[in-house]
């Protein structure tokens, strides 16, 4: 049961994701190509389209990585893990899960650092938080815990007799 929940929600949020990411990836095609346009065409510079297709760039990144990492798509190198038994596969790939439940878990703590660190500089023209714009660093390192775990725990279920 609690399997079925969370696999449905993650599937939703990877979805939300997804979808966020597109569009904040479109928003910073169209500002950049606005810039260009009224640059170069028009002799005008619009001064906060260059910040603001900057951050959209960095949290589509991150969450376009958080939704790979989500549905399990990341890089990962199988050749070993088809030549070992139940057992072997299960054990490396718990060494393999907490290998990157540790790195997630770094960056999501060193993240939040920054980001606390960060929260009463305001950016040069929008003047918004600069802990807003690298919040999504320890937003990403707790997901990607998160996705972790549950597919660690989601492996072992699924291999009966390394119980």
Request: charged fraction near 15%; proline fraction near 3%; charge should be positive.
């Amino acid at each position: 049961m609690f399997d079925g929940r969370c696999t449905a929600v993650m599937t939703r949020l990877n979805r939300v994701l997804t979808l966020v990411a597109s569009a904040l990836t479109a928003l910073f095609f169209v500002l950049i190509c606005a810039q260009v346009v009224a640059r170069y065409v028009l002799s005008y510079s619009i001064t906060w389209s260059e910040e603001i297709s900057r951050y959209a760039f960095v949290w589509a990144t991150f969450l376009g990585a958080a939704a790979v990492a989500g549905v399990g798509e990341h890089y990962a190198v199988i050749v070993v893990d088809s030549a070992l038994p139940p057992r072997g596969r299960l054990g490396i790939g718990i060494f393999r899960g907490v290998v990157e439940a540790a790195f997630a878990l770094v960056v999501a703590y060193f993240g939040f650092k920054w980001a606390a660190r960060q929260w009463s500089v305001s950016t040069p023209v929008v003047e918004a938080s600069q802990g807003l714009v690298y919040l999504i660093v320890p937003l990403f390192g707790v997901y990607l815990a998160w996705t972790v775990l549950l597919r660690m725990r989601r492996s072992a279920r699924s291999l009966p007799d390394a119980r």
